[in-house]
């Protein structure tokens, strides 16, 4: 859906849309939608700046950053944005930006498709590091066998081989004593 300017100078805009899964795309491998991202919002323009105003709804399944294994996370998302348009002639990279305008997003032409916008809501609002639970052991670093599934059968007592020539040293040293 594309928000114009120019239908929003006129009328201010109910937006009540469904998008259904892999409609969208986020750019990510382990980022999948697997529910209908739902969106409930209102785009108007006030003094030269698209407004909207609005929450979504989605469902997505992520990679434990731990175990690798899958997990669903549930988004919802409340959402309040300013859009103002780039100034023309200027580079976005050559333009300085005041503290306020750190606040409002910009765009380039007759208006912005709501689509990239969600997008980057659904984006910020899920976690760095998705962990399938607090309690995640994760895999074991030699042999790769998940640890909440099953205790690995690697060494314990595995040493580094960087430190061979000092474990020689302490047996020298416990020899003459």
């Known amino acids: 859906m594309f928000l114009d300017v120019k239908d929003l100078a006129v009328r201010k805009l109910p937006i009540r849309k469904s998008y259904a899964p892999g409609s969208l795309d986020y750019g990510l491998a382990e980022v ?55 100034p023309k002639g200027a580079k976005p990279e050559e333009e300085r930006l005041k503290y306020d305008d750190t606040e409002i997003g910009f765009y380039q032409g007759e208006g912005l498709f709501l689509a990239e916008v969600l997008t980057e809501q659904v984006l910020l609002s899920l976690p760095m590091k ?35 020539p000092l474990a020689r040293l302490k047996q020298d040293w416990l020899k003459k004593q």
Do not use: W
């Open 32 to 86: 999948k939608q697997i529910g209908p991202l739902e969106v409930r919002a209102t785009a108007e323009l006030l003094e030269d700046q698209v407004h909207i105003e609005g929450k979504l709804e989605v469902r997505i399944e992520m990679v434990c950053a731990r175990c690798l294994e899958p997990l669903v996370e549930d988004v919802h998302r409340e959402f309040d944005l300013y859009y103002s348009p780039l």
């Open 130 to 164: 998705a962990i399938c639970r607090s309690d995640c052991r994760g895999l074991c670093s030699n042999c790769g066998a998940n640890l909440n599934h099953e205790e690995c059968r690697c060494e314990t007592h595995a040493t580094d081989p960087r430190l061979a």
